[in-house]
């Protein structure tokens, strides 16, 4: 399994997604200029294997975590639309491909804001298994 192709098919299906705000990806300079925009994580759980025996292929699980984060003192037509175009995009029972790696998505869910300096955080999680074929 290769966590690369994994966060590529995970991160592609989200930088693909029409109208998404900007996206401030991991480890690269981003400036929100007090606009609306999302982050992306991937949370890997402990892989779990398929057969015991030798030959067996583990599958990585674990969530997939967009954050919208939207300017303090906004309201909820701020973010919410984005939200439900996350769990939109995300429905579980798709599968998404890169290279050889597919991953399947099994449940997504936004959780309870965060409330920053200036920012209001709004955790929408991706639950995913990645097989490779």
Partial sequence: MSETNLRAALDQHLNT???APPI????????????IYLTAHLLPATPQSVGV???GSDVAVGLYQITVNAKLGTGKAGYLPEVE??????ARSQTISYGDTT???????????????NYFH???SVRYRGLTA
Avoid: C, H
């Fill in 53 to 55: 025996e030798s030959g």
């Fill in 85 to 90: 175009k996350l769990v939109a995009r995300f």
């Fill in 103 to 117: 991953v399947a998505l099994q449940l997504v869910y936004s959780s309870p804001a965060i409330t920053g300096d």
């Fill in 17 to 19: 997604m029409a109208g």
């Fill in 24 to 35: 401030a990806w991991e480890n690269r300079p981003f400036d929100p200029n007090d606009t």
């Fill in 122 to 124: 709004i955790p929408v």
